[in-house]
């Protein structure tokens, strides 16, 4: 009979073998059910929050351990460009949170009637006291114009010096970007009705307006510029991540205009309780800890290690800052004049 299986061990064999397909499939069709019911949190932020060496990563596996859900990160261009699309796209967006904007935009963030109310009355670390039932803040930091010491030691210490001054300065688009309109809002703040005289001035120090904050930091660290628009805050990255001290922020005698980044949950959201989940994680020890050294700005809640080495470098002796509603009827005129001044 060689060559030939008996009836009886022929039929357990294949017996055994749809048992571990009924079994693989069954496995299968679980994973499959398991992987559709996960719910799915989309984050609406800003780019370089998103990139491999931004705080996006580590956040997004530190809540996913919490979560049971699928965290995910959607990149939208700079702070600024965040709530445009909102606008565009109304209800029916398919973000959950907008994480990204800041004080500078809230109150036209909230005009659109598309955010919830956030829930939380949270103890924040920051230099004024901000309670707003929409946005909740998680960052924050001074704008301010950083430089090469070692190609330019003594750097101006008024934007009126800067003006009249042959310095090469890179800026952001402020109708894209965050720190572009910060700056807008800053010089406003400093001067008032001079706001349009400063722009005429400083118009000829502008070699390059970018619609975001990386492409404008990369053209100063190209050479490109002698000075460009970032945070008080950044030579710490280059201290900390590069052993590198030759940059440093000016400090101006008008005092620096200040940005709180916040973190909305949208109303029309399919993930309510997700959302409130992540703006609550937003302020726990494994979020805020990550923010200095990625995001390179101060936490809302200072991490149990502290501050890391060079936050404290150029730390201004003034605090400028608009309350939103200020800063909303403000954005107006002071991008007329800015684009008038640079259109010259």
């Given at each position: 009979?060689?060559?030939?299986?008996?009836?009886?061990?022929?039929?357990?064999?294949?017996?055994?073998?749809?048992?571990?397909?009924?079994?693989?499939?069954?496995?299968?069709?679980?994973?499959?059910?398991?992987?559709?019911e996960t719910p799915v949190l989309t984050v609406l932020t800003y780019d370089s929050f998103t990139s491999e060496w931004g705080p996006g990563p580590a956040i997004e596996k530190a809540f996913e351990e919490t979560c049971a859900c699928d965290l995910r990160f959607v990149p939208?261009?700079?702070?600024?460009?965040?709530?445009?699309?909102?606008?565009?796209?109304?209800?029916?967006?398919?973000?959950?949170?907008?994480?990204?904007?800041?004080?500078?935009?809230?109150?036209?963030?909230?005009?659109?009637?598309?955010?919830?109310?956030?829930?939380?009355?949270?103890?924040?670390?920051?230099?004024?006291?901000?309670?707003?039932?929409?946005?909740?803040?998680?960052?924050?930091?001074?704008?301010?114009?950083?430089?090469?010491?070692?190609?330019?030691?003594?750097?101006?210490?008024?934007?009126?010096?800067?003006?009249?001054?042959?310095?090469?300065?890179?800026?952001?688009?402020?109708?894209?970007?965050?720190?572009?309109?910060?700056?807008?809002?800053?010089?406003?703040?400093?001067?008032?009705?001079?706001?349009?005289?400063?722009?005429?001035?400083?118009?000829?120090?502008?070699?390059?307006?970018?619609?975001?904050?990386?492409?404008?930091?990369?053209?100063?660290?190209?050479?490109?510029?002698?000075?460009?628009?970032?945070?008080?805050?950044?030579?710490?990255?280059?201290?900390?991540a590069e052993k590198d001290d030759s940059k440093a922020a000016a400090l101006f005698d008008e005092g620096h205009y200040l940005q709180i980044e916040v973190a909305g949950k949208l109303a029309a959201t399919d993930q309510p309780e997700l959302a409130d989940r992540f703006l609550?994680?937003?302020?726990?020890?494994?979020?805020?800890?990550?923010?200095?050294?990625?995001?390179?700005?101060?936490?809302?809640?200072?991490?149990?290690?502290?501050?890391?080495?060079?936050?404290?470098?150029?730390?201004?002796?003034?605090?400028?800052?608009?309350?939103?509603?200020?800063?909303?009827?403000?954005?107006?005129?002071?991008?007329?004049?800015?684009?008038?001044?640079?259109?010259?």
């Open positions: 009979m060689h060559g030939l299986l008996h009836p009886r061990p022929f039929r357990r064999t294949m017996e055994k073998m749809m048992k571990r397909h009924l079994l693989a499939a069954g496995l299968l069709t679980i994973a499959t059910q398991a992987l559709a939208a261009g700079d702070g600024a460009a965040l709530l445009a699309r909102v606008q565009l796209e109304g209800a029916a967006s398919e973000a959950d949170v907008v994480l990204g904007l800041d004080t500078s935009l809230t109150a036209a963030a909230a005009a659109t009637g598309l955010f919830a109310p956030h829930g939380h009355t949270p103890q924040l670390d920051l230099p004024v006291e901000v309670a707003d039932p929409l946005f909740l803040p998680y960052d924050w930091g001074w704008f301010a114009f950083v430089h090469d010491r070692t190609r330019l030691p003594e750097p101006p210490r008024t934007f009126e010096a800067l003006a009249a001054s042959d310095l090469k300065i890179v800026i952001q688009d402020p109708r894209s970007s965050t720190p572009g309109l910060g700056l807008l809002l800053w010089v406003k703040a400093a001067y008032g009705d001079r706001a349009a005289e400063i722009w005429q001035g400083l118009a000829d120090n502008v070699v390059t307006v970018t619609p975001g904050w990386s492409e404008a930091y990369g053209l100063f660290l190209e050479g490109e510029a002698d000075m460009v628009l970032s945070y008080t805050t950044s030579p710490a990255y280059h201290l900390i609550a994680f937003m302020l726990t020890e494994a979020f805020q800890s990550a923010i200095p050294q990625t995001n390179w700005m101060y936490p809302a809640v200072t991490p149990a290690a502290g501050l890391p080495e060079g936050f404290d470098a150029f730390r201004p002796a003034k605090s400028l800052l608009m309350t939103p509603e200020e800063a909303q009827a403000a954005r107006d005129p002071a991008l007329a004049e800015w684009r008038t001044a640079l259109a010259k």
